[in-house]
């Protein structure tokens, strides 16, 4: 029996005090976004599912067309946005820089409220990793910023014979195997990363090399994170998260998509959301006595 006020698991409810720190996240994140010469793109919820080429682990919701056709509901609106600059709307537009607020979807019944940016030029990618730190600026919010290059693993994994799925997983116990990944994995800023070089491996000096360029931005919380492993297989090369309280707020890089290169992010709103609800609610309880 399913009662009048239960909602399917993994659905998103916001109400009150939370639904109004949504439409703030929301409209803050649109306004700076609208400042920095982006513009906004919704995508369709229901694709065809060859087209939402899912790299995730997330489970796609599969439907059928009224042909037929095999639909999914868009569960990566990165894909989707890219595919659809790129193939639908073609010489129609020369924007490169775009802006979603929409949901993405996974089976059986979860939504994620997401906030994204994606630039058609991969070398804008230090302006885009500022935006989101003067995102999180505006909002109050002081979150670690982990960044790596993500070919760090690959090529570790290329030429150590250890499985990059252990990697992927951050296998500490394997890693640790081999003596300078276990040093590696102790690296945790760009001090630490320098000094590694002094005993990095010759066919990896180039990627860490790249990864202290990459970390060349001035943010208090930084750390340098060789070995971070990325949510998907996307992102190719520079990746950043930020994260606090075991709460990931934002994640992004740069991507390749069908051979286009891209850079952006994308803002996990309930996630900052509650922490807003969370900080309001101290704030209202302090007020109080």
């Known amino acids: 029996m399913i009662l009048e006020h239960e909602i399917p698991e993994g659905s998103k409810l916001h109400f009150g005090l ?69 193939k639908r709307l073609g010489r129609s537009t020369t924007q490169k820089k775009w802006f979603y607020i929409q949901p993405v979807f996974s089976y059986p019944t979860i939504e994620h409220n997401q906030i994204g940016v994606e630039c058609l030029d991969e070398k804008e990618y230090p302006k885009i990793l500022e935006l989101g730190i003067l995102l999180f600026k505006e909002l109050g919010i002081s979150p670690l910023l982990q960044i790596t290059n993500a070919r760090i693993a690959k090529v570790c994994a290329e030429n150590t014979g250890i499985p990059y799925k252990d990697f992927a997983t951050l296998h500490i116990e394997k890693l640790q195997s081999i003596d300078f990944l276990a040093k590696l994995l102790q690296v945790n800023d760009v001090v630490g990363l320098k000094a590694f070089l002094s005993i990095c491996p010759a066919f990896l000096r180039e990627e860490i090399n790249h990864l202290l360029v990459l970390c060349a931005c001035d943010y208090e919380n930084l750390i340098c994170a060789p070995l971070l492993p990325v949510p998907v297989e996307y992102y190719d090369d520079f990746f950043f998260r930020m994260a606090l309280q075991n709460f990931t707020f934002l994640s992004g890089g740069i991507s390749c998509i069908d051979g286009v290169q891209s850079c952006g992010f994308g803002i996990y709103t309930d996630s900052v959301v509650y922490h807003l609800l969370k900080q309001n609610k101290i704030a209202i309880k302090d007020s109080n006595g």
């Open 18 to 86: 939370s639904a109004a720190l949504k439409r703030k996240v929301e409209n803050l994140s649109a306004n700076l976004f609208y400042a920095h010469g982006f513009e906004e793109i919704v995508s369709p919820t229901f694709v065809y599912q060859e087209h939402q080429k899912s790299f995730l682990n997330r489970n796609v919701i599969h439907l059928s067309s009224e042909k037929n056709n095999q639909i999914a509901m868009r569960n990566d609106s990165t894909i989707d946005v890219i595919r659809i600059i790129t």
